[in-house]
């Protein structure tokens, strides 16, 4: 199966900036997603990054606050802008081959803001 | 009501035991189900897809009941290597991945 790596694993950020997290993978996938697991909980889909147009966002987020990229089929970003403190979590992002075939994800970035 | 829901747990069992964990979905439009382990700060991997005429690999066993909207993962013999969370995924017809909560497993010697 494809290797998909995230970057970065880990980072500190201070409150009011913006960090961008970066997903590739190896060989072209369908269908790529961002997702955020807060701690002690399980991991809630923040989007589906749509490869050449604008990302299709769940309830509860926005693009504003969540910019994300997906230049091509084996890459992506997702920015958290204008960080506070509740912002701390683990993000994720995730591919799958096909529809409905299982998601592999990368290692996940583990944001603290302080 | 959550769209996928599991038992709490923790469980906490000895080296041997036979574990079963439950998962009831909402969506019936649902079209894939499978069961995920997370270990301690590390990403979840896939552990066995969910098909309704049930699946076996190795000591794990998982069933799908459509009808009920149920699945459900049986391991047998546990391990110590088995001690993590494990994380119902039910998939809709858009490809979302939808997670429960996760059931936390500690086998113990």
């Known amino acids: 199966s494809a290797v998909i790596s995230q970057k970065p694993s880990r980072d500190i950020c201070q409150r009011g900036t913006s960090l961008t997290i970066q997903c590739q993978v190896d060989?072209?996938?369908?269908?790529m997603f961002w997702y955020r697991q807060q701690p002690g909980q399980s991991l809630t889909l923040i989007a589906t990054a749509n490869q050449g147009s604008e990302a299709t966002y769940e309830s509860g987020f926005v693009i504003d606050k969540f910019p994300i990229s997906r230049p091509n089929l084996t890459f992506s970003t997702l920015t958290v802008s204008n960080m506070s403190p509740e912002d701390s979590s683990i993000y994720l992002c995730?591919?799958?081959?096909?529809?409905?075939?299982?998601?592999?994800f990368g290692q996940g970035t583990r944001l603290t803001v302080v | 009501r959550k769209e996928v829901e599991q038992d709490p747990g923790p469980f906490n069992v000895p080296e041997g035991a036979t574990v079963a964990f439950n998962c009831t979905y909402s969506n019936s439009a649902s079209q894939s189900f499978f069961w995920y382990r997370q270990d301690c700060r590390k990403e979840p991997k896939l552990l066995m897809s969910v098909y309704s005429s049930g699946n076996e690999d190795g000591r794990f066993t998982a069933q799908l009941n459509r009808a009920s909207q149920y699945i459900s993962l049986l391991i047998r013999d546990s391990k110590l290597s088995d001690s993590a969370t494990y994380l119902c995924v039910v998939n809709t017809n858009a490809g979302k991945s939808t997670f429960g909560d996760g059931t936390t497993l500690t086998v113990k010697p």
């Open positions: 060989s072209q996938v369908t269908m």
């Open positions: 995730s591919f799958s081959g096909q529809l409905n075939t299982e998601a592999f």
